[in-house]
């Protein structure tokens, strides 16, 4: 599950399928309705085992024409089920109208009422209110009900299932859509996007317990609040893979609608979420990297890169430390920490295969540089803000392929010259804080309340500061957004069965600014060297897991290695 859709995107493929004939909407929508059934039983297969009670809430659309196919295959089975509608039947889509008469044929629906809404017996509840279709923040009773489920989940409700997201949830951005002016909001016992995330040690499950998308995951599921909502995913496929893949290829314009032949050509921006399991290893773009971890036998550590890393002053000498080892796990043939003087002696005690080279100022290290064997660097890490701003514009103009993590960032966003000297063998690793220094724009809009669909993402926000700084931005946490100036944009998504809370620790930001510049010296390009380092990073932490501290991280790497037949 490479390829991430935006709604949009989806719907086009859905338009692309029906109108080439080959498949209606009403079975795309039954395939839509087996494929949660299925997952349901999968998930728990005691449901399986007899029958039980499930609540169906249906929405206005299309999501709510999943409902009923849902209702009806549960009923099939001996289920009681109880459908509420929300919205009017006579207005509900040709499909959603179709399998509401079907469902009809066989059950009451009755329209959505929390305070009807008999919850306290049933097993299931099927959240189908809203999905794709999502345009703005949830209202009346379609609210109620969302924030009684959320206030009660856990306690009263073990099973939501949500219909492709959890209604109300951007797929787009992964943000709840919410009016925050709402004066009914003060009545409800809680809003899906208040869900406090510390009853939920580990980022673990803030509301369903299961989320069904259909044919591919989308961007809102690996994305800010959507983990943490979706709880568990499940991708069902429903058999428009071929007019995804042609869509590629179509003519599309920006929001996904396909346009007439005169019209311009728009290729479909894509966004990968980043996957080097074994299963996505033809993912043409994976092979490079798995090929140069694997070192050739006939190469010599000069043939592997030589990054230089510039160590803080004495006392913050660690992160430098951590980056370099990190640089030397990931492959590279040599490493070098460039020293201050003053930091020698604790350097030179606490490394053996490192390197270490005295860098006292700008100068020397413009001196350093033309050795042209050194052939990434690495600036930021316990560096200092000051002495950052002093020595960058000489980093920048030695045109090394150059990670610019912490102080240097900082000091990045305080110099007068701004971007101008970044280039395209850059690449910057902000996290939330540093990219708000970086891009105030982008970050204010970004913690605007999401009113509209579709919503501001961290993707969009990563997409524009890419093209602003001319070079590739990882903008991190634990669904780490990794863009380049040419719009490609991929998700390092540390959640669902990728979870890594172990990696909040101290220096493990270090330790990615490493990886991805002894990538850079081993010659992969700096969009994909950001990609390998995020990924690695994550399984580092994963194979280590709880009590990892950043140290861990490096010598981790070589069981990963192993465990991807390297
Ligand atoms: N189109 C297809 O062929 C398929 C669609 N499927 C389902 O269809 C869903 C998308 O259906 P729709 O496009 O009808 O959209 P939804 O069912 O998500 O939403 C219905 C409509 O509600 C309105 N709306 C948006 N926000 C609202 C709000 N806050 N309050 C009240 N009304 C609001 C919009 O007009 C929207 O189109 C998917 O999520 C998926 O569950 C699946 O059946 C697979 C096949
Ligand atoms: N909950 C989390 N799940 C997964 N990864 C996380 C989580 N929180 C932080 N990270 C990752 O840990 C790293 C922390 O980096 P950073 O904030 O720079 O910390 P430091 O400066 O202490 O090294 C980033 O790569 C970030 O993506
Ligand atoms: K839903």
Known sequence: MAELLTSAQMRAVERAAIDSGEVSGLELME????????????????????????????????????????????????????????????????????????????????????????????????????????????????????????????????????????????????RVLAQPSNPALADLPIQLNQLPRSRYPY??????????????????????????????????????????????RDILDKSGQKTGRAAKLVRRPEVCLVHMSPIVKENRSFAQPLMLWGKDPQDHKYT??????????????????LSARAALRVGAGLVTLGTPHEAVTEVAAQITTIMLTEIDTPEILTRVLTDKRLNALCIGPGFG???????????????????LDADALTALSESETGFADLHANCVLTPHAGEFKRLFPDLATKLAEPPIKGPAYSKVDATREAAKRAGCTVLFKGPDTVIASPNGRCSINAAVYDRAAPWLATAGSGDVLAGLITGLLARGLAPHHAAETAAWLHVEAARSFGPGLIAEDLPEELPKVFRALGL
């Not at 999501?63 to 009017?88: C, H, M, P, S, T």
């Open 31 to 174: 395939r839509a309705g087996q494929g949660v059934v299925a997952a349901i039983f999968e998930e728990w297969p005691e449901l399986a085992l007899s029958s039980y009670k499930a609540v169906v809430l249906c929405g206005p659309g299309n999501n709510g024409g999943d409902g009923f196919v849902i209702a009806r295959l549960l009923k099939q089975r001996g289920w009681e089920v109880e459908v509420f509608l929300y919205g009017d039947p006579e207005k509900l889509p040709p499909d959603a109208k179709a399998n509401y008469e079907r469902w009809r044929e066989v059950g009451e629906v009755a329209p959505l009422n929390t305070r009807e809404f008999r919850h306290s017996d049933c097993d299931v509840v099927v959240d189908a209110l809203f999905g794709t279709g999502v345009s703005r923040a949830l209202s009346g009773e379609a609210l109620s009900t969302m924030s009684q489920l959320a206030g009660a989940n856990g306690d009263r409700y073990d099973k939501i299932v949500c219909v492709d997201c959890p209604s109300g949830l951007c797929l787009d951005s992964g």
């Open 203 to 248: 980022g673990g499950i803030g509301f369903a317990a299961l989320t069904v998308t259909f044919d591919s995951p989308k961007c809102g599921h690996f994305l800010d609040d959507g983990p943490f909502l979706c709880g568990k995913l499940r991708v069902v496929d429903i058999g428009v893979q071929d007019f995804r893949e042609n869509s590629r």
């Open 304 to 321: 592997h890169g030589h990054p230089l890393i510039l160590s803080g002053l004495s006392g913050k000498t660690g992160a430098a430390r």
């Open 385 to 403: 803000v000051e002495r950052a701003g002093e020595f960058l514009p000489y980093a920048l103009a030695a045109k090394r392929a150059t990670v």
